[in-house]
């Protein structure tokens, strides 16, 4: 067999987040097929035959950068700290993240689809104004898809990645009765700010980002817009977090990004996934996103249909990425000269109802 055939989407360094000490094997979901393994093998998980290409060049730059995020991981877990803002660690860190939010196959399909509603858009006009009917029926039978849509995107999110610098980075320690899980899609980015909306609001330099990434079952890194919002730590930087609703809410933005899989402890009580499978079955075939053709006061509208709307999904509970007691003001004028990102023009925040124990917006 040659060597770096098998080629993983999320690092076998990450998937041992979730294993006991010593072992290789963690709890693996099936979601389509509503199976829990409770000992899967890590070097089995999310991966796919040459995903980076057959040089094995994009593989072994992948490596040299997990390499870098195992030590640094290593170090946040034993240590309960993160590494320090502007240091070499830092960095890494931050480059890691942007890369590994792009790396995985829900990143490129979700890339190739909307892509694909692109280009239909413009060889649909232009077919439309040339009176050609056969293209234009023929058009919702074909399928477009990029021929390096991973690679294009890690190019573009990897460059991106620096703007992921000014975000505040905490981790939040879990102890409640739920552990935390993560995906095959780990790297969740959310803006409760701009939640609802039926544009993107997760760009990289937009006004009130989120990142959520699990790092095991009792720990995870939380990168959020210090102009939008402000968070309760204490001396470490760390959130205390004690409420099961609000654990389960963290892991949902895990059951809303998922590809095909959760990545659990091996311990993880089966109850909870077929739980969360069941609650999230639905949803999840909802469609994500409306390219609009023409403008936004166009009536013709091409759908991507893969995640679901957050904002449908009506469970109560206290968690700012769900609601918010207040207004959902804007950062204030001080705290927008001070940040790069920027603010949807012609897109006001929601305003919901619901309060957090420790997360609440800025005045």
């Known amino acids: 067999m040659p060597q770096n055939k098998s080629h993983h989407y999320v690092p076998q360094m990450y998937m041992r987040l979730f294993a006991r000490e010593g072992d290789n094997r963690i709890g693996v979901f099936v979601i389509d ?4 393994i409770p000992g899967a093998p890590i070097r089995g998980q999310a991966c796919r035959d040459y995903f980076y290409g057959k040089d094995g060049r994009t593989e072994r730059a992948l490596g040299y950068i997990e390499g870098h995020a195992a030590r640094i ?17 830092h960095e890494w860190l931050v480059f890691y993240l942007g890369m590994q939010h792009a790396r995985t196959v829900g990143a490129a ?4 689809e909307g892509s694909e509603k692109v280009a239909k858009s413009i060889l649909r006009t232009k077919a439309e104004l040339e009176g050609n009917r056969e293209i234009v029926e023929a058009l919702d039978r074909v399928r477009i898809r990029r021929t ?13 990645a620096n703007l992921l610098t000014d ?16 995906s095959d ?3 969740v980015f959310h803006n409760r700010h701009y939640e609802g909306q039926h544009i993107s609001v997760t760009g990289y330099a937009n006004v009130g980002l989120q990142l959520f990434l699990p790092l095991g079952p009792r720990l995870a890194l939380f990168g ?10 204490d001396a470490r930087d760390i959130v205390l977090l004690d409420d099961p609703s609000e654990a389960a809410l963290i892991n949902d933005l895990q059951w809303e990004a998922a590809h095909a899989v959760m990545l659990t402890a091996p311990d993880m009580p089966e109850q909870l996934l077929q739980s969360s499978a069941a609650t999230w079955s639905e949803p999840r075939q909802r469609e994500r996103s409306v390219f609009r053709e023409g403008g936004a006061s166009s009536n013709r509208i091409t759908r991507c249909a893969h995640g679901t709307d957050r904002a449908r999904l009506r469970r109560q509970s206290r968690s700012t990425f769900r609601s918010c007691a207040v207004s959902c003001p804007r ?5 927008r000269g001070t940040s790069r990102r920027f603010a949807m023009p012609t897109v006001s925040p929601v305003s919901t109802a619901c309060s957090t124990t420790w997360m609440r917006w800025t005045n």
Do not use: C, H, W
């Open 109 to 112: 399909e979700q890339y190739n």
């Open 33 to 36: 097929r509503y199976k829990f």
């Open 167 to 182: 975000l505040k980075l905490v981790l939040i320690e879990n102890g409640s009765a739920v552990p935390f899980i993560s």
């Open 185 to 187: 899609t780990p790297v």
């Open 224 to 233: 959020f817009d210090a102009a939008a919002y402000e968070v309760a730590t």
């Open 73 to 89: 991981f290593g170090e946040i877990v034993r240590e309960r700290r993160l590494p320090a803002v502007s240091s070499q660690n």
């Open 148 to 160: 390096n849509a991973v690679s294009e995107l890690m190019g573009y999110k990897t460059i991106g």
């Open 331 to 335: 950062p204030s004028r001080s705290a």
